[in-house]
């Protein structure tokens, strides 16, 4: 059987509702069982300018957008004018006739000029609702889906706001059905139903899988979608969630609760990250494990906001002046977004160091299907060395033996690992400040001169990385191993 492969794309301005259109149409196809992409291109702006969003959905694994729209739905005639040529032989463009003039069309694209003031009873907010119908209609796709779909989104505000954009979406469908030329293929169904996630979200769902309880953030384009999931289920999950002022009391904060003990997490883009680095460099001194993602788009200072780009890797190695020790990764999709995170915060804990992953605009906004059984939520979690008032972090019983005067927080040991305890635990008492220290966390910056201690203090963290190198997954080869 050939692979049935198709595109939607819908445009228009900002705050017309396209994501949520979009968002609409992707959960209908993935629960259908197709896999998909989706990627919205939008402006700096709230209002106004222009926005596209592209899905391109398949019975088959879907790896890029492609370079073609078989659905096209212009929600206005910018929309109309700017993108009509991404139309081939066989394609339609599903616009209000009294809003959009089409142009010049290739050959063999059938243009649907659908009523919309009439089929939507006047509601210009519903017009997006009637297209999605057309849309369905000419897939050959049952209009029950969108029907479910709405009842969803519209729960909240109440059974009259339902049952009308219900009707909207069947005038649209049933239209289409009376007036145009379906298409000769059908939208198959796959294996079994599938979900959608965003690059963001399943950031967030793997922070929460891996026992993180604080989340800090400064709202910054393209990472929010990651404190908007967190805030969002903050409370089912127990996670304590803070907008702070700006990136640098948002690394101070997640130091803090990681220097408690708690698993902390943030997220930002790379003028963010700027701002964090030399706290980033304090977790690195004190031995605390953090993690922070750089959600990257295009740089430097504001740079581009709303276009991806993958530029900051010397920045995360940099971060913070002088060599120490951090684990940089640098996920491929979401789904690897989601697997990492944990997998990150295990190796942050086991060597007491700072964590940073990189994503980018693409895969953090971009929706992809993917197989809830793949959303592992019961995961391995390593607290490493981490000394606990009633245990340690791994659920065992307390070392013995140590004291006030005896416990040695920075010990210099083979691996370079050294006891972690948290501030409260009787007789563990130590001293975590950005200056180097010596073993029990004494200050040596007032020494006259102690390069001795400095030298061990370097060389000891510097061994953790050793023991890191051997934990870590080897990167999975794609293509020639004597590529050019």
């Not at 599938?194 to 400064?218: C, E, P, R, S």
């Not at 953090?364 to 995961?379: A, H, R």
């Not at 060395?385 to 791994?394: A, K, R, S, V």
């Not at 083979?414 to 006891?419: D, H, K, L, M, R």
Request: hydrophobic share 40%; aromatic share 6%; proline share 5%.
């Amino acid at each position: 059987m050939n692979k049935i492969d198709f595109a939607v794309g819908i445009g228009g301005e900002n705050g017309q509702g396209i994501a949520s259109t979009g968002n609409i149409l992707a959960l209908i196809l993935a629960r259908r069982g197709l896999h998909l992409n989706a990627y919205n291109a939008y402006q700096s702006i709230i209002r106004g300018g222009h926005t596209f969003l592209t899905i391109r959905a398949s019975d088959g694994p879907v790896r890029n957008m492609g370079d073609k729209i078989d659905v096209f739905i212009p929600l206005n005639q910018d929309t109309m004018d700017r993108h009509l040529h991404l139309l081939k032989s066989g394609a339609c463009a599903i616009y209000d006739k009294d809003k959009v003039t089409p142009g010049k069309a290739a050959d063999g694209v059938q243009l649907c000029a659908m009523p919309m003031k009439e089929l939507t009873k006047g509601n210009k907010l519903a017009v997006n609702t009637a297209a999605l119908g057309a849309t369905l209609q000419l897939l050959g796709i049952e209009s029950e889906p969108l029907e479910t779909v709405i009842a969803r989104q519209f729960k909240k505000k109440g059974d009259a706001v339902i049952a009308e954009n219900v009707a909207i979406a069947r005038a649209g469908y049933d239209y289409a059905a009376q007036n145009f030329t379906a298409f000769s293929w059908k939208a198959p169904h796959g294996h079994k139903p599938l979900g959608i996630i965003t690059g963001n979200q399943a950031i967030a769902m793997g922070g929460a899988a891996a026992g993180v309880k604080f989340y800090a953030a400064y709202p910054m384009s393209p990472s929010t979608g990651v404190l908007m999931w967190m805030a969002a289920h903050a409370r089912d999950l127990g996670i304590m969630v803070r907008q702070v002022e700006d990136e640098i009391g948002v690394m101070n904060m997640v130091i803090g609760a990681a220097h408690t003990g708690c698993r902390a997490l943030c997220a930002t883009s790379g003028g963010g990250f700027a701002l964090m680095t030399e706290a980033v460099g304090m977790a690195g001194m004190i031995e605390t494990p953090i993690v922070c993602v750089d959600v990257q788009r295009a740089g430097p200072a504001t740079g581009v906001p709303t276009k991806t780009e993958q530029g900051d890797l010397w920045q995360v190695l940099g971060a913070g002046q002088g060599d120490y020790p951090r684990i940089v990764v640098a996920p491929t999709n979401q789904l690897d977004l989601f697997h990492t995170i944990p997998e990150l915060f295990n190796l942050c804990d086991k060597y007491q160091c700072p964590g940073l992953v990189l994503s980018d605009l693409l895969i953090s906004e971009g929706t992809t299907s993917i197989d809830p059984d793949d959303l592992d939520f019961q995961v391995k979690i390593d607290r490493g060395e981490l000394i606990l008032p009633n245990g340690n972090g791994n659920g065992a019983n307390l070392a013995s033996g140590y004291n006030d005067k005896a416990y040695l927080r920075y010990k210099d040991t083979p691996s370079g690992i050294s006891p972690r305890a948290v501030p409260g635990v009787p007789g563990y008492i130590f001293t975590a400040a950005t200056d180097e220290h010596d073993e029990d966390g004494t200050l040596i910056s007032d020494e006259f001169t102690n390069p001795q201690k400095r030298r061990m203090m370097v060389e000891k963290r510097a061994r953790k990385m050793q023991g890191a190198i051997n934990d870590i997954t080897p990167p999975k080869l794609v293509g020639p191993e004597q590529a050019d």
